[in-house]
Each structure stands twice: as structure tokens, then as C-alpha cells.
């Protein structure tokens, strides 16, 4: 279980909160990040101001991929028809597992189930889970075929 102090977690929910409110609005995204950080900063709560930043501006630049990406693994959900939380936890995974490449898959998955458990619905973990398991499967290299490249 992750805590609810780690500010690798907290950062991870600054970043779905400040692109959550960024794609209802036409808000810039940094206004966001920081509007969102300073209610962090008055109560307190600590939280990574490079990784916030990192994830943030690094879906925002790969949004298109990441979308397509989606449509690909979840092809029974078009964009438009997965809730909008589930959608932003899902590209901050992706972003994370495909692009950002600083955290290592099973904690970008781990945290994005747990963000879905937090603040999605009864069964957006599962899907979330599910979606990022297919992500894996089709997007990243398997040891085996490393190791039968490299001899």
C-alpha cells in the first residue's frame, strides 16, 4: 500500500488534479500545477515539484500518443466514453511507463490502480489495471526477446 505521505504519490495526484482541471477548461496547465500546490504547501503536505512537473508537462506533450495508445488497448472504449478521471489516471501511466521512463512499471502501475481506487469508481482499478496490462504487453519489449536479440 502506498502511503498517502510519500510525496512521489502526492505528486502523482498534484499532476491528475492539475490535468484533470486543465482539460475542462482552458486554464494553462502551469496556472494549474501551481494553483494546486500552493493549498498543498499551506497545509502542509510535502510533494515533489520536478516529478509534478515532469508528469504534467510530459502528457501534455504526448497526449496525442498516449490517446492513441489507449484506443489501441481499450478497444471497446472509445476516448470519449471513459470517464474523465480514469482517462487522466491512464495517461499519467502511460506517460510514465512509455515516455517518461523514470519510474519503473510496476510503481507507475501500482500507483496509477491505487490513484483509481482513490478517486475513481467501484471498478475503475480493475480497468485501469487491465487497460495498463495490455499497454505492457504490446508496447513493452519482453526479456525473453532482449536476451534473444543481445546473443
Not at 489507449?70 to 512509455?98: G, M, Q, S, T
Not at 491505487?114 to 495490455?134: C, M, P, Q, R
Request: hydrophobic content about 40%; aromatic content about 6%; proline content about 3%.
Amino acid at each position: 500500500m502506498i502511503s498517502d505521505t510519500d510525496p512521489r504519490h502526492t505528486s502523482r495526484k498534484l499532476a491528475l488534479s492539475s490535468i484533470f482541471s486543465w482539460s475542462f477548461s482552458e486554464l494553462d496547465i502551469d496556472k494549474s500545477v501551481e494553483t494546486s500546490a500552493e493549498v498543498l504547501e499551506e497545509e502542509g503536505i510535502s510533494y515533489d515539484d520536478e516529478l509534478t512537473k515532469f508528469i504534467v508537462n510530459g502528457v501534455k506533450e504526448h497526449a496525442d500518443e498516449i490517446d492513441k495508445i489507449i484506443e489501441e488497448c481499450a478497444p471497446d472504449w472509445p476516448i470519449d466514453k471513459i470517464a474523465k478521471i480514469d482517462l487522466v489516471i491512464l495517461r499519467i501511466a502511460i506517460f510514465e511507463v512509455l515516455f517518461g521512463k523514470k519510474t519503473p512499471v510496476k510503481v507507475a502501475i501500482d500507483e496509477a490502480v491505487e490513484i483509481a481506487k482513490e478517486y475513481g469508481n467501484d471498478t475503475s482499478h480493475k480497468f485501469i489495471n487491465g487497460v495498463l496490462g495490455t499497454v505492457v504487453e504490446k508496447h513493452l519489449p519482453k526479456e525473453n526477446d532482449t536476451v534473444k536479440e543481445e546473443q
